[in-house]
């Protein structure tokens, strides 16, 4: 029987197995996790919707995914993936610092 912390540490978890699979193959360093993390916290607990890469402030008229985009960590130095909440639209930006191991 699970403690009643453990079952919410579950509970607040359940599903990212489901997007790591997704994503396993692309996942080449340490950032690339943190930011799928964020990104399934985002949509998990928050309600956003990733609308794509990039910084393009349009507002799609495209409602978003749970999903990663395609190509979400093909740049070696940084992120940048649109989200969608609340029909406004949100940037998560990225940036890896030099001189810090990842």
Do not use: Q
Not at 58 to 65: K, Q
Request: include cysteine; charged fraction near 25%; glycine fraction near 8%.
């Amino acid at each position: 029987m699970e403690s009643g912390s453990s079952a919410k540490t579950g509970d607040f978890f359940y599903g990212w197995d489901l997007l790591y699979k997704t994503v396993k193959a692309d996942v080449s360093k340490k950032s690339d996790l943190l930011i799928a993390l964020v990104h399934f916290l985002l949509t998990k607990h928050y309600n956003f919707r990733c609308v794509g890469i990039g910084d393009d402030k349009t507002l799609p008229e495209e409602e978003g995914s749970e999903l990663l985009p395609d190509s979400w960590n093909d740049d070696d130095t940084k992120y940048s993936l649109r989200y969608v909440h609340d029909k406004m639209l949100y940037l998560l930006l990225g940036h890896i610092t030099e001189g810090i191991p990842c």
